[in-house]
């Protein structure tokens, strides 16, 4: 089969690789229906994060079961499956206790934007859909993979309930379904931090009440200001540097939650800063297997459309500009077909 291989910066290569099979008697192999570029990719396709061999891409996926191993009990060949980009076995104390993505025998699943996926613990990693889907549903099928149930933790992991004010950092397509998670968990006030008009639209769309497009301490100064001095009740870190992660905190009102899921290149707490500060920090990789099962039931009955964040749709042999368009900024999500 061919899939996407990155060699080194900003060099996307769709070729042959060897096609997956069952090895382990726990394994499945789907056919891929939809994959697409993560954000996070993008730190190994700029270089920041090094690579150093070519290395098969794509975390997020879903499809149709082809073949299954022996000791598989819970998914069936063709049944349509969505799974975690961390397989999990679903029975550790860590999973049991709903941290599924720091599973005691977790394996990344990483090589998705191809046309097939070897998906290792397939009971405890893929859930199947009430039936096959119709095509038009796939795409927010598709974010429940991560973006989708990664704005789900962050929006969790920030203590957001009815009636809070919820401020979002970072406008990525997980920050933007963070706006929508808030907005399901019933938020009063959710301020969405961009400078990009069009996902300011979609995140007005997704229930922001408020737009901030200043950054930094300008853009914590304006959060205090629009909170009258006090910050907000939660807010959700969705981007991973030094500064989107300074600005979660020192937005977030005394005893407020911080839930940071961007994945951190450079980040470092001062700890006086923090001890002083009486906010709540929790996230890390979300437990995405643990909402699949609330999550697919909010997309099947169209009560949620996360797959709006997909903005540029492609055939998977042009991965290539979907990781430039990304990079660009002239997408804010890229959808690949096989």
Known sequence: MRGAVLYGPRDVRFEEREAPKVIEST??????SATCVCG????????????????????????????????????????????SFFASDNTCPNCRAGYQSSCQRKEFVGTAQ????????ADGTLVATPAVP??????SLLTLSDVMGTGWFAAEAANVKPGTTVAVVGDGA?????????????????????????????????????IVTE????GVARIKELTKGVGA????ECVGTQESMMQAMRSTRPGGSVGYVGVPHGVELNGEELFYAHVRLHGGPAPVRRFLPELIDLVWNRKINPGKVFDLTLPLDQVAEGYRAMDERRAIKTLLRP
């Open 27 to 32: 394994d499945a192999v789907i056919r891929i």
């Open 114 to 121: 191809a046309g097939r996926l070897r998906v290792p613990l």
């Open 40 to 83: 996070s990719d993008l730190w190994p396709y700029r270089g920041i994060q090094p690579v150093t061999q070519p290395t098969p891409m794509g975390h997020e996926y879903c499809g149709i079961v082809e073949d299954v191993g022996r000791a598989v009990t819970s998914v069936k060949p063709g049944q349509f499956v969505i799974g």
């Open 134 to 139: 119709s095509d038009d549903l796939i795409p």
């Open 174 to 210: 997980v920050g933007l379904l963070g706006v929508l998670s808030a907005s399901q968990r019933g938020a009063e006030r959710i301020i969405a931090m961009s400078r990009h008009e069009s996902r300011q639209r979609l995140a007005r769309e997704f229930g922001a009440t408020d």
């Open 233 to 236: 009740d939660a807010v959700l």
């Open 215 to 218: 950054r930094g301490d300008e």
